[in-house]
């Protein structure tokens, strides 16, 4: 029993810690966009089940002082060092592993930041390639509903909502 | 049958588990031991990063024991003004000019140790700064054999900072001073001090900064002026690209030469300065 558990869980499943995610917030007085290019993520494609764990402190800011305050002040890296995601893809029987393409998908699942864990969801796609999966989604995502306060002085410089984008490039495993 | 339900209830744990295994460990560097440059008077760990200029505007004003005349001190401004900029993430320079014996200074400072967790384990970081500061007013006795040099002393500190917590921050700073003239042939051209400074974070954007130097004075030399260790107590607070520092000490001067060897104040007596710093970071690059 436990052989073919493990041969199966070695089936289908698609892995990367080379993932990207970037957020870029817009208001008329500066734009601001980070990007983490060590994400990790592993789908399931048997299941449909996604795992998702993004460092904090691998957001890289184009302004220093601006990343520091990300971590120190916004979302507080050292008490909660890592966003993630735990959900799975709905309709992931509609995708077919084995022939390329590209399939629309909608996951849902719980997703966790600043300790603040919520119910989301986002359509995205899902393009099977040659040697594996790779996962896009691009959603919105309000800070405030994960306890990160803005302070009044930079309300005008930080959007209401992030713009949040993934590409995750999975290889099969 | 009911092992089958086992495997499908631990399947999201197994994945995590799976992608945990994968993820390199990865080396997290501590940021932000202090807010700036500064812990108050003297040096932090901290540096600016890279292609980042620091405009610094730092005020003393008179003794608070002055009295109501000099409206206990608000009446006597003693300004440093300073440009600091990031050549790397580990090494900036300064130059800045100052109210105090109308010093033009100019230093450099560079990382030597990060404290880090994880891949890399390293307990506490190391900074190492020298400056060199000259003083501009009008020779005292112009008719003495004077020179250049003679206006110039040199600072070198090693700092040693450990973030305890996100909340707690320490820095020890052995410090050695040098002034290339002194006021009489009693006076050392040499001081040592060991200056200790920390930080306490109250809320996410204020935090409460004290810093002392102990100078240790040669007892078998005389100063032609009685100098005291300097305390400095203030707070932090941030806004942004601003950095404002609110502090009560006993030294005027805002540089290492000064601070170390030429604070004359007492705090026993109320020789107490109200002062600030102001940083405003630019990004160049």
Redesign the interface.
């Known amino acids: 029993m436990m052989i073919i558990t493990l041969s199966l869980s070695g089936q289908g499943k698609f892995l990367t810690n080379e993932g990207s995610i970037s957020f870029y917030s817009h208001t008329p007085i500066e734009d601001i966009t980070a990007l983490n290019n060590e994400v990790g993520a592993v789908i399931d494609g048997e299941k449909g089940e996604v795992v998702i764990i993004v460092q904090m402190t691998r957001f890289q800011f184009e302004k220093k002082l601006m990343q520091e305050h990300f971590n120190e002040n916004y979302v507080e890296s050292e008490k909660f060092p890592r966003a993630t995601f735990n959900g799975k893809i709905t309709n992931h029987e509609t995708v077919d592993y084995s022939s390329k393409g590209i399939y629309p998908v909608l996951v849902e699942g719980e997703m966790t930041i600043h300790g603040v864990t919520r119910q989301v969801s986002a359509e995205g796609t899902l393009e099977v390639t040659e040697n594996g999966v790779v996962a896009r989604t691009e959603f919105t995502l309000n800070p405030e509903d994960y306890d990160i306060s803005i302070p009044r002085v930079v309300r005008g410089n930080i959007a209401e909502l992030m713009l949040i984008t993934a590409e995750l490039s999975c290889q099969s495993i | 049958m009911f092992?089958s339900i086992a495997?499908m209830g631990a399947?999201?744990q197994?994945?995590?588990a799976?992608?945990?295994e994968?993820?390199?460990e990865?080396t997290?560097y501590t940021?932000?031991t202090f807010k700036a440059t500064r812990v108050m008077n003297g040096h932090s760990i901290e540096r600016m990063?890279?292609?980042?200029m620091d405009f610094r505007i730092s005020h003393r004003f008179g003794r608070v024991n002055s009295g109501a005349y000099e409206f206990f001190g608000i009446d006597q401004a003693n300004i440093h003004l300073s440009l600091e900029y990031g050549i790397r993430?580990w090494l900036m320079v300064g130059v800045g000019r100052g109210t105090f014996e109308k010093t033009v200074d100019g230093f450099m400072k560079f990382s030597l140790l990060r404290q880090s967790a994880g891949a890399r384990n390293m307990p506490v970081s190391v900074s190492f700064m020298s400056g060199a500061y000259v003083n501009g007013l009008r020779w005292n006795d112009p008719e003495r054999d004077n020179h250049f040099y003679h206006r110039i002393s040199y600072a070198h500190q090693l700092m040693v900072a450990r973030k305890f917590s996100?909340r707690f921050s320490f820095q020890l700073t052995p410090s050695y001073l040098h002034r290339n003239l002194v006021e009489t042939v009693s006076d050392p051209n040499d001081l040592f001090a060991l200056g200790a400074g920390a930080r306490m974070k109250l809320t996410?954007?204020i935090s409460f900064n004290a810093e002392y130097y102990y100078v240790f004075t040669p007892e078998d030399q005389l100063l032609s002026a009685e100098i005291f260790n300097p305390l400095a107590v203030g707070f932090d607070i941030?806004?942004?690209?601003h950095v404002f520092q609110i502090i009560l000490t006993n030294s005027v001067a805002m540089r290492e030469n000064g601070i170390i060897g030429f604070t004359t104040g007492r705090w026993i007596d109320g020789d107490i300065h109200m002062g600030f710093n102001i940083s405003r970071?630019f990004?160049l690059k």
């Open positions: 092992l495997w399947a999201g197994d994945l995590e799976l992608l945990e994968q993820m390199e990865t997290e940021s932000a990063p890279e292609g980042q993430d996100q996410s954007r941030e806004t942004g690209g970071v990004q």
